[in-house]
């Protein structure tokens, strides 16, 4: 542990306690070098409610709940719920983002449209067949630089590509992957190989249905980013053995046993850790 004030690494001796009516006892430290008094940093610090209660509302968002309904099942003020989406989403996508598994055999990609208040988002996605790794990426476009910034972000497949007809595919595929990955168009006759992908655009469908549009881009880019990392992360994946899938691939390890609100909160825990040592090492 560091010292939060003068970034000390210098041992710390226990000072008692910190007792509050709320949360009750906290370990007090005293820096040695500055002599200064302070507690450990956890997720709530500042803040009225408990890690339960934010990792429940977490969760009610993730599996396709209302901010307002969220607000009204578990008596927070809604504008709380936004705040707080927005604050362990941040969060959440510090610790996420760093994993991304480097090769796979097959990639699906697709894309789907969500309504903004004067224009359409399109949302391109793809997902492994292997270890069903999900990357979604928006973009105001529809186009082949978008198609093409998708690709590049995910895992690159050593086999194939299916993609549905759409012409904006053909170009990016050959010139990101190159000449030995075969690109698939799934149309007619083949139509059935794009069943995989079109299985998981639904549930991504259903996460963003309850919405009804979204007025800023930048939320609605940040509510399909949390979707993506409550895929790879935290839900259990049936083609994986009941196993979300970063937990297949060996990216993170979760307490045995972990539901998802205990998963969360391993996940925000250990990006607040990082979070706080790369602080540390800037000051
Ligand atoms: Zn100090």
């Known amino acids: 542990m560091t010292c939060p004030y003068c970034k000390a690494q210098t041992p710390l001796i226990g000072r008692g306690f910190r007792v509050t009516k709320r ?14 008094t302070f507690t450990q940093k956890t997720l709530v610090t500042g803040m009225w409610y408990d890690e339960e209660t934010v990792a429940g509302v977490l969760l009610l968002h993730l599996e396709g709940v209302t901010e307002l309904d969220i607000a009204d099942f ?18 959440l996508n510090k610790i996420c983002s760093r994993f991304k598994p480097a090769t796979c055999n097959t990639l699906h ?5 969500l309504k903004l208040l004067h224009r359409f988002l399109y949302v391109w996605d793809s ?25 590049q972000e995910s895992p690159r497949p050593l086999e194939a590509n299916v993609t549905d007809g759409a012409f904006s595919y053909t170009e990016p595929v050959r010139k990101v992957h190159g000449r030995q990955v075969k690109h698939i168009v799934a149309t007619d006759d083949h139509k059935y190989l794009n069943n995989f992908i079109e299985g998981v655009q639904s549930t991504i469908r259903r996460f963003t249905r309850p919405r009804r549009g979204f007025k800023r881009i930048h939320k609605a880019v940040n509510h399909l ?5 409550y895929h790879n992360f935290i839900k259990n994946n049936v083609g994986l053995g009941n196993k979300p899938p970063a937990v297949r691939l060996g990216f993170v390890h979760y307490p045995n046993k972990a539901n998802k609100k205990q998963r969360i909160l391993h996940l925000l825990n250990q990006a607040l850790s990082f979070w706080q040592k790369i602080k540390h090492r800037l000051c």
């Open 74 to 91: 578990l008596g927070v003020c809604w504008r709380t719920v936004e705040r707080w989406l927005e604050k362990f989403g941040n969060l």
């Open 225 to 229: 980013r949390r979707y993506q990392h």
């Open 23 to 36: 949360r009750g006892k906290a370990q007090r430290y005293q820096c040695k070098r500055c002599n200064r």
């Open 109 to 113: 990609s697709d894309e789907l449209f």
């Open 127 to 151: 997902c492994t067949k292997d270890s069903k790794w999900l990357t979604i990426r928006p973009s105001l476009k529809r186009n082949s630089k978008s198609a093409e910034h998708l690709l």
